[in-house]
């Protein structure tokens, strides 16, 4: 891999690094994880395919688009748990 190609790979995965980590810190403070669920499912549901949240040179990939919806799938599973830990009053 030549230089610019892994610089490039390396701030991409330290960005995405970073931001998983402040929303597991969300997560972690909301007051309210069950709405937190409840607004996560409505704002997927809103961006039909996570497109709207890409870059208009990438919305027609479907590898992306497929990253895009396995990485909802990761955030939808952890805010449930947050949710039903927060229900039964169980420490995150």
């Not at 997560?27 to 961006?47: C, F, M, Y």
């Amino acid at each position: 891999m030549d230089r610019i190609t892994e610089e490039v790979i390396s701030s991409l995965q330290a960005q995405v690094a970073v931001q998983h980590l402040v929303l597991l810190t969300m997560i972690k403070t909301h007051p309210e994880p069950a709405v937190l669920l409840q607004e996560w499912r409505r704002v997927l549901a809103d961006s039909i395919d996570c497109k709207s949240a890409l870059p208009s040179t990438s919305r027609h990939s479907d590898l992306v688009r497929e990253r895009c919806e396995n990485f909802a799938e990761e955030w939808t599973a952890q805010l449930v748990d947050a949710a039903v830990d927060s229900s039964t009053n169980k420490p995150i």
